[in-house]
C-alpha cells in the first residue's frame, strides 16, 4: 500500500493539524506506517536558533516514520500572516516549482500512507499568480477537507469543494470537526453536507476537550479513506 493525501481546510483554524493528527493515530492503530508534512508554515518561533512550527511539530510526533524536522516543514516563516506576505517580510519568494520540488523529495521516503497538510484554505496565495491549490494540483494529490463546523461553513465546503473538482482532483473525503461550542443546528449541517459533498464523510469529531487522541481517532472511519 501506497497512498498520498492532502489535507486541507475550509478555513485558517478549520483544525486541520488537529484532524490529521487524528488520521494518523487511526493510520497506526492499523498497523500501517505514516509519513505528514507540513511544507508550508507562517508562524513559527526560534527553538535552539531555528525556526519550529507547532503544528509541524505535532505532525512530527504523530507520524510512525522518522523524518527529519527540515524535510517536514522546509519552509518555515516567521509571522504568523498569509505565507506569500510572511515570505516577502524576510525577502523569499514562494512557488509551486520550488515547494513541489521540495515536497517530492520527502515523498521519496517509504511509507504506506503519507498526509500532505496545507497552509490555510485551498486557495491560500503563494505569490500574485499561484495558489496552495495550484502547488496541489502539480502534485496531483487527492484531497481530504476538514471543514470547521460553525456558522458560515456550508459555504465555505462546498466552494472548497469546487475549486479541488476545477483543478481536476478528487476529493477523497472530508471530516467535520466541531470547532464552535455556541454553534447551532450542528447535526442539520453536517446532514447537508452528506447530501451535497461529493465524497464520504470520513468522521464527526465532537466540540470538547482534545486529550485523548487515541479514543477520538476511532470516529475516523480509516477504512473509507483507503478504499
Not at 83 to 92: D, I, K, M
Amino acid at each position: 500500500m501506497k497512498k498520498r493525501f492532502f489535507v486541507t481546510g475550509t478555513d485558517t483554524d478549520a483544525g486541520k493539524t488537529f484532524v490529521t493528527v487524528l488520521m494518523l493515530e487511526a493510520l497506526k492503530q492499523k498497523g500501517l506506517s505514516t509519513l505528514a508534512l507540513k511544507p508550508l508554515a507562517a508562524g513559527c518561533e526560534q527553538v535552539d536558533g531555528e525556526l519550529r512550527n507547532d503544528d509541524a511539530l505535532k505532525l512530527q510526533a504523530a507520524m510512525t516514520v522518522a523524518l527529519p524536522y527540515q524535510q517536514i516543514n522546509p519552509i518555515a516563516l516567521k509571522s504568523a500572516i498569509a505565507p506569500h506576505l510572511a515570505a516577502e517580510e524576510e525577502g523569499r519568494t514562494l512557488s509551486v516549482d520550488r515547494l513541489a520540488g521540495l515536497i517530492r523529495g520527502a515523498l521519496m521516503t517509504p511509507a504506506d500512507v503519507t498526509l500532505v497538510e496545507g497552509a490555510g484554505g485551498w486557495l491560500v496565495p503563494l505569490n500574485h499568480r499561484e495558489t496552495l491549490g495550484n502547488l496541489v494540483k502539480e502534485l496531483e494529490l487527492p484531497v481530504i477537507l476538514v471543514v470547521g463546523v460553525r456558522l458560515g461553513c456550508l459555504n465555505h465546503a462546498l466552494l472548497t469543494a469546487q475549486a479541488v473538482a476545477a483543478a481536476g482532483l478528487p476529493l477523497a473525503g472530508w471530516v467535520a470537526n466541531g470547532i464552535d461550542p455556541e454553534a447551532a443546528k450542528v447535526q442539520e449541517n453536517i446532514n447537508t453536507l452528506k447530501s451535497m459533498l461529493p465524497a464520504p464523510c470520513l468522521g464527526v469529531i465532537p466540540h470538547g476537550p482534545q486529550a485523548d487522541k487515541e479514543a477520538l481517532a476511532q470516529l475516523i472511519d480509516i477504512d473509507l479513506l483507503l478504499q
